[in-house]
């Protein structure tokens, strides 16, 4: 009887699996074009942005394997489209004042910043405690250039 039930219970999810692949994810994964990056404050900064940000916060995602299988596809998905929604490297349109700017480098240096479920299959995302440093230093100066450069008084993008 166990075995008839365990027999049934993998099927049963096999099946379940195969529907999964059928239902669409709302789009194909796409990259948008790069309308603007930040004016980086070193190359440094990019870099470490790059290997750690890029792939939820830029136009430039890498699309591995596994993001064409559901439901981890629905997830990667979902990651993307929050993370360029909130901080887009690739459209720097958006105006990042002083407490936004701190709370960007803040999320870094606390490691919340890529979110562990990222990290375990990129390690080449995991920041040393200098280079979380370097980054949110980074983030902050070319934040602070950006913001005084390219955003009129009073107005606020990013909320």
């Given at each position: 009887?166990?075995?008839?039930?365990?027999?049934?219970?993998?099927?049963?999810?096999?099946?379940l699996f195969?529907?999964?692949?059928?239902?669409?994810?709302?789009?194909?994964?796409?990259?948008?074009?790069?309308?603007?990056?930040?004016?980086?404050?070193?190359?440094?900064?990019?870099?470490?942005?790059?290997?750690?940000?890029?792939?939820?916060?830029?136009?430039?995602?890498?699309?591995p394997w596994?993001?064409?299988?559901?439901?981890?596809?629905?997830?990667?998905?979902?990651?993307?489209?929050?993370?360029?929604?909130?901080?887009?490297?690739?459209?720097?349109?958006?105006?990042?004042?002083?407490?936004?700017?701190?709370?960007?480098?803040?999320?870094?240096?606390?490691?919340?910043?890529?979110?562990?479920s990222y990290?375990?299959?990129?390690?080449?995302?995991?920041?040393?405690?200098?280079?979380?440093?370097?980054?949110?230093?980074?983030?902050?100066?070319?934040?602070?250039?950006?913001?005084?450069?390219?955003?009129?008084?009073?107005?606020?993008?990013?909320?």
């Amino acid at each position: 009887m166990l075995k008839k039930i365990v027999l049934i219970l993998v099927i049963g999810g096999a099946a379940l699996f195969i529907v999964a692949q059928l239902v669409p994810f709302g789009r194909a994964h796409d990259n948008p074009p790069v309308v603007q990056e930040p004016n980086w404050d070193s190359a440094e900064t990019r870099a470490l942005a790059q290997t750690a940000c890029f792939d939820c916060h830029s136009n430039e995602s890498v699309w591995p394997w596994y993001s064409n299988i559901a439901p981890v596809s629905w997830m990667v998905q979902h990651h993307v489209d929050e993370g360029r929604e909130y901080l887009n490297f690739s459209d720097w349109g958006q105006c990042l004042r002083g407490e936004e700017a701190e709370e960007l480098a803040e999320v870094i240096r606390e490691g919340e910043m890529p979110v562990s479920s990222y990290l375990v299959l990129h390690s080449e995302a995991r920041l040393s405690d200098a280079d979380k440093e370097a980054l949110a230093q980074g983030l902050l100066a070319t934040a602070r250039a950006s913001s005084s450069t390219a955003c009129p008084e009073g107005r606020r993008d990013h909320d």
